[in-house]
């Protein structure tokens, strides 16, 4: 059974910080990329980071660049983002993606954790 089960979402303050994790069983976790969406009230999902299978290739929203970073444990099945100068726009459900590298049908998503920054 594939899971995907994030977590380390809660309130802060703008300029705080946060760490999400997200804890992955059910299926071959190094042969996944590895992303955090988020989606706010009223708008779209989008993507915030997404980290290769081996790690070796990040990219960012360029709305969190220099602020976050994802990363990733294969020996722990676990991905990470750890979010620094938090923003009151950065208030949002947080989800945790994975996608095979090749077969494009295998794409997984955990539950989210929300994310509220507000003083």
């Known amino acids: 059974q594939v899971q995907l089960v994030e977590s380390g979402g809660g309130l802060v303050q703008p300029g705080g910080s946060l760490r999400l994790s997200c804890a992955a069983s059910g299926f071959t976790f190094s042969n996944y990329a590895m992303s955090w969406y988020r989606q706010a009230p009223g708008k779209e999902r989008e993507l915030v980071a997404v980290?290769?299978?081996?790690?070796?290739?990040?990219n960012y929203a360029d709305s969190v660049k220099g602020r976050f970073t994802i990363s990733r444990d294969n020996a722990k099945k676990a991905v990470y983002l750890q979010m620094n100068s938090l923003k009151p726009e950065d208030t949002a459900v947080y989800y945790c993606?994975?996608?095979?590298?090749?077969?494009?049908?295998?794409?997984?998503w955990g539950q989210g954790t929300q994310v509220t920054v507000s003083s």
């Open positions: 980290i290769s299978s081996a790690g070796g290739s990040l």
């Open positions: 993606n994975a996608q095979h590298t090749y077969i494009k049908a295998y794409k997984y």
